[in-house]
T-cell receptor
């Protein structure tokens, strides 16, 4: 079974631009989560999608947004990029039913390394 | 609110020696607990999880972790470290009883196994 794929793997942008990152989950996984990883802040939760609906949102400004499509693929968008947005953006998928008790492990993609100049 | 603490930024151990990476957690209800490992320029890989039942959980690559409710800890252990175990390790928690809460990760502990 193919793992989680993320595109692109590397991205260089300048301040003020916007960027879209893509994530394809493992087949059969309907839950997709996004994280920002930086050396100083560690792994910070951005948002989680399940069945095309945002189920959770982390403490990030509105410049960060996402969506999920009917095939469970997900995109995240960052508008008006700032230098501090430089990070590794990780996508993770998990097998989740509609139930509340989500104990299934997440499977991570390799990440997209975003550099903002 | 749920949180995870990994008190050591760095752990150094000689190859062949036992290793421990510490994790303590805080949740209002009961926890689901996870360990992940990250190798350079890679995403996180799942190692093991505690849901319920036996306090000693066995996972991938010879790793195990012990859930201790009274000490709110979930330390990762391996009897004999390998140089290839050198990586960044993350502990994570989700509150079982708080419905739809996201997974919360610790800051990570860098393990260095010296030959």
């Amino acid at each position: 079974k193919a793992g989680v794929t993320q595109t692109p793997r590397y991205l260089i942008k300048t301040r003020g631009q916007q960027v879209t990152l893509s994530c394809s989950p493992i087949s059969g996984h309907r839950s997709v989560s996004w994280y920002q990883q930086t050396p100083g802040q560690g792994l910070q939760f951005l948002f989680e999608y399940f069945s095309e609906t945002q189920r959770n949102k982390g403490n990030f400004p509105g410049r960060f947004s996402g969506r999920q499509f009917s095939n469970s693929r997900s995109e995240m968008n960052v508008s008006t990029l700032e230098l501090g947005d430089s990070a590794l953006y990780l996508c993770a998928s998990s097998f989740r039913t509609s139930g509340r008790r989500t104990y299934n492990e997440q499977f991570f993609g390799p990440g997209t390394r975003l550099t903002v100049l | 609110a749920q949180s995870v603490a990994q008190p050591e930024d760095q752990v150094n151990v000689a190859e062949g020696n036992p290793l421990t990476v510490k994790c303590t957690y805080s949740v209002s209800g009961n926890p689901y607990l996870f360990w992940y490992v990250q190798y350079p320029n890679r995403g996180l890989q799942f190692l093991l999880k505690y849901i319920t039942g036996d306090n000693l959980v066995k996972g991938s690559y010879g790793f195990e972790a012990e859930f201790n409710k009274s000490q709110t800890s979930f330390h990762l252990k391996k009897p004999s470290a390998l140089v290839s175990d050198s990586a960044l390790y993350f502990c994570a928690v989700r509150d079982k009883d708080s419905g739809n809460t996201p997974l919360v990760f610790g800051k990570g502990t860098r393990l260095s196994v010296i030959a």
